[in-house]
């Protein structure tokens, strides 16, 4: 299973790289400079601030991301927004494999079956990002994980990976696809876009800085905005944990301010977000923390990723009878199903739908009803959404 995989959508037209090392500009999508290897970002012509709202993904904006001929979509991006406290926050642990890795995944892995796709990609081990551009990448590429440094992986990670079908070796040489790159950038820009579209009363983005590569890209999506025409008013505040040190690339751009949090507030941060049901990670919860002492600010809380549990033999008739459910109804929400089922819990009925949908049992799209985003269920055909 690979997602629902649509056929093409124009962006903006003529793309460029633009080096933010050297300053070099060269013609075409390239994932870092072609001269020197530095961070680089793109250039899109024509790009227009045209929300299609009826698409419940980050593919709302294809308007302001580089054109691609295939979309890999598993419904990223478009995740809410809560007040907490004194701050906003942006859930992006509601991506589809619960990290905003998704969003760069997704632009990747269209960019990569556009071009035809199949054969191996090799990819560097990033947490998160290397289990997410996997999970995108499934029916497209085989995926092969390089490891540079084994005694920082999560092992959890690793063995969803290996579960996935993916092939792990250690070392690099250089040439995998790693987490910073100009179409990663596209991908996570759209949370800005998001922020624009939906304009809570804020005043600011506050990101959890760590390579600076989400900040550049909030960053990014801003001025991108305002250059096709959608009114914006808002800055990029970014937290980093005290004595860490700015990220390079931050250096690099004026458009960011870098604050650094004490490790003691971060914490504080954490517990009132748990308070709230939210579970985060400490740096974004020093985001959150730097959004609610700077006041009017939007802190984009990350999340740790949640793995797929590695499900044992012999599957629950619960699970049996959310299976054949789906096969008459055709396509359903959690919610059809519980109504249709009436003698499990929704808790249960979730717990099943997520279980078989890692088995690739079912796949999963998102619709738009009652202006809400709704997951809906479906038996995968051949091995691939329909
Ligand atoms: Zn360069």
């Known amino acids: 299973m690979m997602g629902a995989d649509h056929p093409g959508s124009g962006g903006g037209g003529r793309v460029d790289t633009v080096c933010m090392a050297c300053g070099e500009r060269s013609p075409g999508v390239h994932l870092r400079c072609p001269r020197c290897g530095g961070p680089a970002i793109l250039e899109i012509e024509g790009i227009r601030w045209d929300v299609r709202r009826d698409v419940p993904s980050m593919w709302r904006y294809e308007s302001m991301l580089p054109a691609v001929r295939r979309r890999v979509s598993l419904g990223e991006g478009v995740t809410p927004i809560r007040r907490v406290g004194d701050a906003h926050v942006k859930l992006e642990g509601r991506n589809p494999t619960g990290s905003y890795a998704d969003r760069a995944s997704s632009v990747m ?14 990819v560097e081990y990033s947490e998160d990002f290397a289990y997410s551009v996997a999970r995108y990448l499934r029916g497209i590429s085989d995926v092969e994980v390089a490891i540079p440094d084994p005694s920082r992986v999560d092992p959890q990670e690793v063995v969803a990976l290996v579960e996935m079908g993916a092939r792990v070796r250690f070392g690099r040489t250089g040439r995998e696809l790693g987490y910073a790159n100009s179409l990663s950038v596209e991908g996570l820009k759209t949370i800005a876009l998001e922020v624009i579209e939906k304009s809570p009363r804020v005043e600011r983005i506050v990101v959890p800085a760590e390579t ?5 890209s909030i960053w990014k999506g801003l001025r991108d905005a305002e250059e096709a025409g959608a009114g914006v008013d808002l800055e990029v505040d970014a937290a980093i944990l005290r004595g860490s040190g700015t990220p390079d690339v931050l250096s690099r751009i004026g458009g960011v301010s870098v604050h650094e949090v004490d ?19 400490v740096l974004s919860a020093a985001a959150f923390a730097l959004a609610e002492e700077l006041g009017r600010g939007l802190a984009v809380v990350t999340a740790s990723q949640r793995r797929p549990q590695v499900h044992r033999r012999g599957e629950s008739a619960l699970m049996a009878d959310v299976a054949r459910a789906v096969g008459e109804m ?30 690739g049992e079912l796949c999963a799209r998102h619709v738009v009803r009652g202006g ?3 997951r809906v269920y479906s038996r995968c055909v051949d091995g691939e959404d329909k």
């Open 330 to 359: 055709g396509e359903a929400s959690a919610y059809d199903l519980w109504r249709e089922l009436r003698r499990y819990t929704l808790r249960g009925i979730y717990k099943a739908v997520e279980a078989l949908e890692a088995e």
């Open 212 to 216: 600076g590569l989400l900040a550049l």
């Open 372 to 374: 809400r985003k709704v």
């Open 263 to 281: 490790p003691e507030d971060a914490v504080r941060g954490l517990v009132e977000l748990a308070r709230a049901g939210i579970r985060a990670k």
């Open 109 to 122: 892995a269209s960019h990569i079956a556009s071009e035809g796709g199949r054969g191996e990609v090799a």
